[in-house]
């Protein structure tokens, strides 16, 4: 009976084609809105949570899906870093980090401004491939003095800001060690490369990006605390509870950024998940109308199976089969499209991230064929009731 | 030779109306048939006539309105709708009008899918009715690339490929010439002392029928006349 079905869609090329190219631009849509969206998200989630620390201390108006909003003061530290936890010491390291925004390779960057002390946390294990770490002042008013000094005198060899960049952006914005840019009306050298991975795709010195950003004070966005590296999870979570008793501010396991981050981006995975069924539906009806077109031309066809004792249960197997093999063609082509796109998506965007998981490959997998079946049970409850004497008497 | 004797196929008071919507057609009126086994029976009226219908009915394609169909001691009323294609699978050949070859695959794979429906496969058994039909060097050939007389061959050969009880054929040489006409039905007559299978033959010409025993003849519905006939 396959042989049949596989005969009758050879017959009918050209539809055959079109219904199996249908299929394929619907996995594809599929495969890529998912990988895309949760490309981003677990990227971004997978480089914040490779810093070496534990929490994140925010104020509780700071946004850390879009990590804008609400800031915080160095001198806040001193409020908790010295917590214990049954009688242990709960905190090694405080990091802050005070972040800003940069245009490069046509897409606006999150910088991380860090001190070149912390940088190693969040580094990990990656290293820096190319060039040096950065150095920083020890205020940012050791620039802005200079920048007031060099505006008065009409001067305009101003300070120039040090930055580090990961290799993929480096890639994309084709930057080298010692290539210069702007970050608002201050000069910014690359004076190092790491490797990609890191938390931020750019890191400036954090009193220096103070200073690009015309702000004096010690000011900024999160604090990274690095806890005891005894402690465990239950630990941890009761040190977030006692830094925001002590600090009054937010304090969240880095652990549980990417719950956080996709708590944040809910609508925009609704809104991919609905344009994904919206585009599985639309492809499916296509299904049904070629399947349904097909078995009213093959009505004879299946009136002479009759005659030859075929049961209706053996039409209506004949109707799903060929719609099967019509959405398992499909859902192939289309997870090699997803490679294709994937390839054409990261060579043109080498920041974007599309994700592709064997267990969605094998979800398209199931959802063609779900779909063949679904979108064959209509034209199968037509060939289920036709008249085989009438379409046999039928020229 | 199978018994003459028994009877294979016996109706009772059988009658179909075709209903459309509140318009109502009456076809067939009380026709009660005896066909024994091994006979060969053609049935003969002008278009219209209800022949076809009749052969629909007796080969489980159609159900009747009334009055009852006895297939092999069977009684037709008491089998649902697998039962009636299996008894179809089984003991019933087809041969129509219009061949009703499948145009997508060989003039092999139309035998042989008439064989997977059976859940058999059996390769010498096509081999032997593809000769019987003179049509083994056309095996391979799709049916558009066939003549007309070739296809009807070839729908004989799917016909009688599971050595039926029963062959019925609708105007088997209605779309045919005179020649193939003659071999169509010499055909028939050769397949009948062969197999010795039971055959029903409907048609509108006075020739084919002359192949058959028996003619049973058909006028509006209702059965008319019955003449026996000798064939040597």
């Not at chain 1, 809910?266 to 599985?280: E, G, H």
């Not at chain 2, 003459?4 to 009456?26: A, D, H, Y």
């Amino acid at each position: 009976m396959l042989r049949l079905a596989w005969a009758n869609l050879i017959h009918r090329k050209v539809r055959t084609a079109l219904s199996v190219l249908a299929v394929a631009i619907a996995i594809t849509l599929l495969l890529i809105l998912v990988g895309l969206s949760h490309g981003t998200l677990n990227d971004v989630s997978n480089r914040m949570q490779s810093v070496e620390a534990e929490i994140i201390v925010r104020d509780t108006n700071f946004d850390l899906g879009t990590l804008s909003g609400g800031k915080l003061w160095e001198k806040e530290i001193p409020r908790f870093q010295n917590l214990k936890i049954d009688n242990r010491p709960a905190i090694q390291r405080v990091m802050p980090v005070f972040l800003g925004r940069l245009k490069l390779a046509g897409q606006s960057q999150n910088v991380f401004g860090v001190r070149p002390d912390d940088f190693q946390f969040f580094a990990g294990a990656r290293k820096i491939v190319e060039g040096n770490i950065y150095e920083d002042v020890d205020s940012p008013n050791v620039i802005l003095e200079q920048q007031e000094k060099q505006n008065n005198l009409d001067d305009n060899t101003l300070p120039v800001m040090s930055l580090l960049i990961d290799q993929k952006l480096a890639a994309a914005a084709d930057m080298k060690v010692g290539d210069t840019t702007y970050y608002g009306d201050l000069p910014a050298q690359i004076v190092g490369i790491v490797e990609t991975g890191v938390a931020g795709r750019v890191f400036a010195p954090i009193n220096m990006l103070r200073a690009a950003n015309g702000i004096a004070a010690a000011t900024c966005h999160m604090f990274f605390v690095k806890a005891n590296p005894e402690f465990n999870t239950d630990q941890l979570q009761t040190l977030c509870e006692k830094i925001e008793q002590a600090a009054k501010r937010d304090a969240t396991l880095v652990a549980n950024y990417g719950q956080i981050i996709k708590a944040n981006f809910k609508t925009l995975i609704i809104f991919v998940n609905l344009v994904s069924v919206i585009a599985l539906v639309i492809c499916f009806l296509f299904i049904l109308v070629t399947v349904y077109t097909s078995v009213l031309e093959r009505s004879k066809e299946m009136a002479i199976l009759q005659s030859l004792g075929a049961g209706r249960k053996l039409i209506l197997s004949q109707t799903i089969h060929e719609s099967l093999l019509i959405c398992s063609a499909g859902t192939l082509l289309g997870i090699a499209f997803t490679f294709a796109a994937r390839y054409f998506i990261e060579t043109a965007r080498p920041l974007m991230t599309v994700e592709i998981r064997l267990s969605w490959l094998l979800g398209a997998v199931v959802v063609g064929i779900v779909g063949g079946i679904f979108s064959a049970l209509y034209p199968a409850y037509v060939a289920w009731h036709h008249d085989p004497v009438e379409a046999l008497s039928f020229e | 030779m199978n018994n003459m004797s028994e009877t294979l196929i016996q109706t009772e008071n059988l009658c179909k109306t075709f209903r459309s919507g509140k318009l109502e057609t009456p076809v067939l009126f009380d026709i009660n048939l005896n066909i024994r086994r091994g006979e060969f029976v053609a049935v003969m009226g002008p278009s219209g006539c209800g022949k076809s219908t009749l052969m629909h009915i007796l080969g489980l394609m159609l159900s009747a309105t009334s009055g009852r169909i006895f297939l092999n001691g069977a009684d037709a009323a008491t089998l649902n709708e697998s039962d009636g294609a299996k008894l179809r699978r089984e003991k019933i050949g087809f041969v129509f009008q219009r061949f009703n070859l499948l145009p997508t695959v060989s003039a092999y794979q139309n035998i042989a899918l008439a064989e997977r429906i059976r859940r058999r496969r059996r390769d010498n058994q096509i081999h032997e009715v593809l000769e019987a039909v003179q049509m083994t060097d056309r095996a391979d050939y799709k049916p558009g690339q066939l003549s007309i007389g070739q296809q009807q061959r070839i729908a004989i050969a799917r016909a009688i490929v599971h050595q039926p009880a029963i062959l019925m054929a609708d105007e088997p040489t209605g779309n045919l010439d005179s020649a193939n006409a003659g071999n169509i039905l010499g055909l028939f007559r050769k397949i009948h002392l062969s197999y010795g299978m039971t055959m029903i033959l409907i048609t509108h010409s006075e020739t084919a029928a002359q192949a058959a025993d028996r003619i049973i003849h058909m006028n509006d519905g209702r059965i008319e006349e019955r003449e026996r006939r000798l064939n040597i």
